[in-house]
Structure formats: C-alpha cells, structure tokens
C-alpha cells in the first residue's frame, strides 16, 4: 500500500494548461466517485496553482497512468498536452510535497494564507463524495496540522500574504495611487472577499462589486462602503470602471472580447487594466490585442511573489525541520499499518482458542459461584495478553515484509 500523487502546479504548468485541468467543488463531487472506482481513497486538490490527485494504490506506475488517463478524459483534453508537465510522487516524497504545500512553501505567494483552508476543503468534499478510511484522512489531517504549526512557530506566520494581496499590489506598481481609481469587483467568494478588503486597504476611490448570488455582493458591499452590481449587469458596467477584477469559480469566460471592444470604441481616450485571477480564467485572452487594454492574470504575480520569496525565505529552513518532525510521526504511523490486520487475526485466534478452552474446562467443573467463573475468565484473558504482548509490540515496531508476514501467519496458523 503506497501513497500516490499525480499532480501539475505553477511550477511545471502555465494557468492556459492549468486551467484545462481545474476541477470545481461541483466537478470535484462528480469526479470522486468515477476516481474511486479506479484507484483507492483520492482526494483532488484543485487550486488556482495546482491540481493535485492523492490516493492510496498497490501499484503506483500503473495508478499513475490510470489517474493520468482520467484527467485526460474528465476534462476532454489530450493526454500528451497534460503528460510531460505532470509530476509523480509516491509515499515519503508525495508526503512531503503536500506537508510543504501545507504549509505555504509550495505556493505562488510564499506562506500565503489561504492554502490550510483549500486543503481542509478538498478533504471535506472527498469525505462527502466517498466516504474515506483513516488512511487517507489521517495523511491530510496530518497536513493540516503541519500547517497550522509552521504558521504558529516560524515568521511565516507573521503578517501572512495571500494572493489577493499580491494582486493588489501587483496592480500598485503597475498603476500607482489607487486613490482615485474605480474598480469592478467581479466574484464575492472567499477570493473576493479577501480583494475586496486589500482593495480598501489601498485606498480605492470607488469598489463596485458583482457576484452571481447577490446578496453576497449586497452584504460586502455594505461591509466595505462599496456599490452593489447585478451579475447580469456587470458589462454595462464596464466602462465605469479603472480597474477590473475577476475572481470566480465560473468555468468560462465572464468578460468576452467583444465586451471590451465595445469598451474600447465608447471612449477610445481610456485606458483599463484587467485583472484576471481565476483558474480557469474568467476573461478571455484575446483581450490583451485591444488597444488602451491591460489584461494579467494569475502568472503575472511572479514578479511580486520573488521579491516576497526573498525576503521571507530565511523562515524556510524552520518551516522543514517541522515538516520533518511531523514526516517521521507519520510515516511511524503509516508503517505500522501492513501490520494492523496480523495484529487483529492473531488476537482474534487467541481468543478463539481461549474461549473454546475455558468453555471446555469449565464443562468439567460444578458449583463455581458468579465470582469464580469471573475470576477464572479474567485469568485467561490475562494470559493471552501477556502472551502477545511481545510479540503485537515487535510488529508495531518492525515494517515486516511480505516474507515475514507470510511467515508469522503460517507459525500462527491465522
């Protein structure tokens, strides 16, 4: 039994093939089912960095090829535009990616925030979708912990980034002041929010924000002293706007070509930039050929996110010594698995045997007041413990192989 992981990120992929591969919380609930039937216990975790499958296998090269081909069809793509930028993990080594993405250094934006919360998230909606053995659910639980402890005992936990900050000021240094700039808000989720917040931290002059559900839009737009956009009227509302953000879960493109033309055409003298930071992207990127339009998108943090990585780089080295402390409890952990169901027969052979004997024993004995019988079955019960006390603390201890496991049921008979 192996941990696999299958997985691309920002660092192999660039979000025009990220986004190919993206799963939604709704696809993520179709998804692990039709997965489960083709490798054990996976948890998909699908962010605007990475898409990432974990599962538990027997055979790792042939699940990897097997998780590959199911990327390949659920998302309708072909296989060889996805294979060469995919990575293969197993056991110690998927289990220390996923400690490191925990805990924020795997990330675009170094120790950003908001990677605890997708992971809990992934873990929850695999749960509700399948339900999940301790295996798997002990390896993120396990995560997350790691996780919670480099933000609590390093400095990356100090003044935590997010990638809605980083947008922000990404869009400071390309524009300046935002002071007197108007902005659409396109997306009210859990991104949004967090934009629109660092968007009032830097001062806007005016934020309208827009969701599909808009009592969302309505209740942050109250919070933040912003104006509230119908969905439905947000590109008419283009043209008001200096800046525009995308930050939703839609799976196409919100903001067309035409849209921005037309924008274009209205007032030509204007110039607005767009800023798209959703995975798959919510603005089409043909947009970026129109004249007096700026268009970025998720990628174009990079250049904020080297100077964050250098100058918080020195908290790395302590965020690793946690992440291996919490590796080898759970690899302990892990080990000891292979031996649970030799452990369990061989205490249910006993107890076969000890019952079958005192039932033999005191077929042969009369008059035993209530005390004595429970004395005597309290007795051999003793024995038995003491009996495979040794030998259950050795297997715990041990990671026997096959040979041996093989060995110790045949002198056991179990």
Not at 7 to 27: D, S
Request: charged share 25%.
């Amino acid at each position: 039994m192996q941990i696999l992981l299958v997985g691309l990120n920002h660092h192999t992929a660039p979000v025009a093939v990220r986004e190919k591969v993206a799963f939604t919380e709704k696809q993520v609930k179709k998804a692990i089912p039709l997965l489960d039937s083709k490798v054990d216990q996976p948890v998909i975790l699908s962010t605007c960095n990475r898409t990432e499958i974990y599962s538990v296998v027997e055979n790792p090269e042939n699940a990897a090829e097997i998780v590959t081909a199911f990327l390949s069809s659920f998302h309708k793509i072909e296989i060889s535009s996805i294979q060469r930028l995919l990575y293969i993990k197993t056991d110690q080594e998927a289990v220390t990616h996923l400690f490191q993405v925990a805990s924020g250094l795997d990330s675009m934006v170094f120790g950003e925030s908001e990677i605890l919360g997708q992971i809990r998230g992934a873990l929850t909606t695999a749960s509700e979708a399948k339900a999940l053995p301790q295996t798997i659910s002990r390896l993120f639980h396990r995560a997350i912990r790691t996780g919670r402890r480099v933000r609590n005992e390093t400095h990356i936990g100090r003044n935590p980034l997010s990638v809605s900050y980083v947008a922000v000021e990404l869009a400071t240094k390309i524009l300046g002041d935002l002071n007197n700039l108007c902005v659409l808000l396109i997306g009210a989720g859990e991104a949004g929010t967090l934009l629109a917040k660092a968007l009032m931290s830097a001062n806007v002059e005016e934020i309208m924000i827009s969701n599909r559900t808009p009592e969302k839009s309505t209740e942050l737009a109250e919070e933040l002293g912003g104006k509230t956009v119908l969905f439905e009227d947000a590109l008419t509302n283009l043209a008001n706007a200096d800046v525009i953000i995308t930050a939703t879960e839609a799976s196409e493109h919100i903001i067309t070509k035409d849209a921005v033309a037309k924008l274009s055409t209205s007032n030509p003298q204007k110039s607005v930039s767009l800023f798209d930071l959703s995975v798959p992207r919510n603005i089409d990127p043909d947009v970026a050929s129109l004249n007096g339009v700026n268009l970025y998108n998720i990628d174009d943090l990079v250049t904020i996110t080297r100077d964050n990585l250098t100058e918080r780089h020195g908290a790395s080295s302590d965020a690793n010594k946690i992440i291996d402390e919490e590796i080898i409890e759970f690899t302990r952990w892990w080990e000891t698995l292979d031996t649970v169901p030799i452990i369990k027969s061989l205490r249910e052979e006993s107890e076969r045997i000890r019952s079958e004997e005192i039932s033999r024993a005191l077929s042969k004995l009369s008059n035993l007041t209530e005390e004595e019988l429970d004395t005597i079955q309290a007795m051999s019960r003793s024995i038995v413990r003491r009996l495979l006390h040794n030998p259950t603390m050795s297997l715990k201890k041990q990671k026997p192989t096959d040979l041996h496991i093989d060995f110790l049921k045949n002198l056991f008979g179990i």
